[in-house]
């Protein structure tokens, strides 16, 4: 019970709307602190995809001399069997030697698309058949090579950087540290 003066008394009404009038107050503070832990937390998250996306972009793209495209003919300009291989939308062949492949994504490994990419050891002749048509390189018989299918189109660059279990010949990684 009150026992102050009569004036000084608050008003049950006065009490409740204060009361209520902080409640909501603090609980549209801690809903805005909410929503914006959740958009830091988004944040991070895309930028740590973005990240390795840029890291398997790196890991995968090779800077070498383009492979010498071949006439296209209508079949493999090889007597051998070829060794095929599909990945993604594309399918590759080979006359020999081992192949790694991976998704990497557009746009320096920023994009939101993805596109197939495949390393070969020591191909010697590659064929890259996708939806745009078949496309025939020369590799060399002892270079290593890269195959990106970026929209479609395939590009072939001499040398990798996978690790294939033996030295290659074409090295891009040692080939740019000696070049510094």
Known sequence: MWRGPAAARPRT??????????????ALAGAVLLALAGAIGIAQDW?????????DYNAWTVAGPR????????GAPTARPLQLTTFGHARFA??????????IATDGGRGLGQFPICQ??????LGVSTRRGVYWFWAGFMSPATVSVEHGVPTCVIGANQDFGHR??????ASAKSAH
């Open 13 to 26: 009404g006065d009490l409740a709307r204060d009361f209520n009038g902080r409640s909501r107050e603090v």
């Open 120 to 125: 070969f050891d020591h191909p010697g002749v």
């Open 47 to 55: 930028m740590q995809h973005q990240a390795e996306g840029v890291a």
């Open 168 to 173: 290659l010949i074409f090295d891009a990684a």
């Open 67 to 74: 492979c010498p495209p071949l006439p296209k003919l209508l």
């Open 94 to 103: 080979r006359e020999h030697g081992a192949t790694l492949c991976s998704d």
